[in-house]
């Protein structure tokens, strides 16, 4: 099909209701990627999962697509994501349906059908932590924001239960030439984050990140300079102290403009309460 030069180069309307019911036609066809929140947000998922099991002559799973929505109590974008992974991870029973089945979704043109992929990743169980890291790496690298975030968010439960191991494995994320994927070894390891629950350990003790946050202290990404800042901003609600001996450590030891800017938005928080 061939989709129309504006809609392809299109900025996105700011607002739900402004999106274009052509666009919305093709989001949920899986034409075309989201270029924004809002667009995201007015996707049919039900409706563009449908249309995918159908093409992909995968009948089998309408049915449990059906059962799992109607059950569905909250029903925000994120919750129909993890739903749908789920109904993916449970879909494809041998360990070689499943890699075929992911191979072909995560090229898929559409960034909502490839955050499915990370919800079927982290939704399959018998997947080892290092197994699911190593699936999910190219995904946290996805040139959609969309893609990265749920790249975090489908494998965080897993982070926060196996912790221990999980930084050990995210050492080699931190370091990585690419910057989306030293953001995401940041940003699944928030103690507080977005959108997900809390990581108890890394409230009371947050040193216990610091294997992944030197590292990126004088990150040349804003992305990642970003995600670092609000990770030190989270510690800082329940670890103030903390807080501010490492911010005064890294301005001896890094005295450069990265790492000033990381300082500035991790204490944000501590300034505006002493304000």
Not at 18 to 24: A, D, L, S, T
Not at 48 to 60: P, S, T, V, Y
Not at 106 to 132: A, N, P, T, Y
């Amino acid at each position: 099909m061939q989709i129309p030069e504006q809609v392809l180069k299109r900025k996105g309307s700011t607002t739900t209701s402004g999106v274009p019911k052509e666009v919305r036609n093709l989001l949920d066809l899986g034409l075309i990627e989201t270029v924004n929140l809002a667009e995201w947000l007015v996707v049919d998922q039900e409706s563009l999962a449908r249309n995918l099991f159908q093409k992909e002559n995968w009948g089998f799973l309408l049915k449990p697509l059906e059962e799992s929505f109607g059950l569905l109590k909250i029903k925000t974008a994120p919750k129909k994501m993890e739903i749908l992974g789920m109904v993916l991870a449970q879909g494809f029973p041998t360990k070689a349906q499943f890699e075929i089945a992911l191979r072909r979704l995560k090229q898929h043109r559409s960034d909502i059908v490839r955050s499915w992929v990370c919800f079927m990743i982290g939704k399959r169980s018998e997947l080892s932590l290092q197994e699911s890291l190593k699936r999910i790496q190219p995904l946290a690298a996805d040139g959609n924001m969309s893609v990265r975030e749920a790249a975090w968010l489908a494998i965080r439960p897993r982070i926060s239960t196996q912790l221990e191991e999980s930084l050990l494995l995210l050492m080699g994320f931190s370091l990585h030439r690419d910057a989306n994927i030293r953001r995401f070894a940041s940003e699944i390891t928030r103690p507080r984050g977005v959108w997900c629950n809390h990581i108890p350990a890394l409230k009371e003790n947050p040193e216990l990140g610091l294997l992944l946050l030197e590292p990126l202290r004088c990150d040349d990404s804003m992305y990642v300079r970003n995600s670092v800042g609000n990770w030190l901003n989270d510690a800082s609600k329940t670890k103030p102290g903390w807080v501010q001996d490492l911010c005064k450590r890294w301005e001896k030891e890094s005295p450069t403009k990265e790492t000033a800017y990381i300082i500035r938005r991790g204490l944000r928080t501590l300034r505006k309460n002493s304000d």
